[in-house]
């Protein structure tokens, strides 16, 4: 007789222009790395566009437009520049660029169906704000997702792949379903949802509480039975 292990599924909705996703990102990992129970864990990653329909643009000068003052984007960034040197993360606002990332979600998605897709969206968030280059650019997309081991051919059709558009818009429609407004956003057992860089405390702390809802639930046990295929035996 097998017992079915409880399991926690987390949903993610992030942006690789969104500038506080990289940090949520870490600090989840952070909890994640110490989470008794990480081998019952199930992460989905979704797609969620912060400028959907913007033109690439220099970073700056879209929060400056965004801010209606450089003030106030000039503190966003500060504050974004202290939490990211806490996680070991390096932005340079100077050579960043933000507008629409429906190719690079489409190239994530199809990563994701070869068991590239986290690697892929690890290397996009250092590629566009650590090192300057244009998640924007056709070449640049393909030559980036290339170096996690993604066929050229592959990368190539996402860009051209209705289907994975269309599953980027059913992704952000299910965020918007559930009162997402913006991203990072994680979702546990379509029951807790933290919004925001999140200390990793917290990531830790609504990991546990899911778990112990789930020893709460009937434990299902799994004997000898009969489906459509055959018997067990």
């Known amino acids: 007789m097998?017992?079915?292990?409880?399991?926690?599924?987390?949903?993610?909705?992030?942006?690789?222009?969104?500038p506080w996703c990289w940090i949520a990102k870490k600090r989840f990992e952070k909890a994640l790395d110490v989470f008794e129970n990480k081998d019952n864990v199930l992460i989905r990653h979704h797609s969620y566009r912060i400028a959907s329909e913007f033109a690439p643009a220099p970073f700056k000068a879209a929060m400056y437009k965004k801010f209606g003052t450089e003030q106030g984007a000039e503190l966003m960034m500060k504050q974004i520049?202290?939490?990211?040197?806490?996680?070991?993360l390096l932005y340079n606002f100077d050579t960043m660029l933000f507008g629409d990332t429906k190719d690079a979600h489409a190239m994530v998605k199809m990563a994701d169906q070869v068991g590239l897709g986290e690697k892929l969206a690890e290397r996009l968030f250092m590629a566009?704000?650590?090192?300057?280059?244009?998640?924007?650019?056709?070449?640049?997309?393909?030559?980036?997702?290339t170096e996690v081991g993604v066929s050229p051919t592959d990368a190539e059709n996402a860009l051209n792949s209705r289907t994975l558009r269309d599953a980027i818009i059913s992704?952000?429609?299910?965020?918007?379903?559930?009162?997402?407004?913006?991203?990072?956003?994680f979702l546990l057992n379509n029951r807790y949802s933290l919004s925001g860089a999140q200390p990793a405390s917290s990531f830790l702390?609504?990991?546990?509480?899911a778990w112990a809802d789930k020893q709460?639930?009937?434990?299902?046990?799994?004997?000898?039975?009969c489906e459509v295929g055959g018997c067990s035996i």
């Open 205 to 209: 702390g609504v990991l546990q509480q």
């Open 171 to 185: 992704d952000e429609n299910n965020a918007r379903a559930i009162g997402a407004s913006g991203v990072p956003l």
């Open 81 to 88: 520049k202290i939490a990211s040197e806490s996680e070991g």
């Open 2 to 18: 097998n017992i079915l292990s409880p399991q926690i599924t987390i949903d993610i909705w992030s942006d690789f222009v969104c």
């Open 128 to 145: 566009s704000i650590t090192e300057g280059r244009s998640i924007f650019d056709h070449k640049e997309l393909v030559a980036i997702s």
């Open 216 to 225: 709460n639930e009937v434990v299902i046990t799994k004997g000898q039975s």
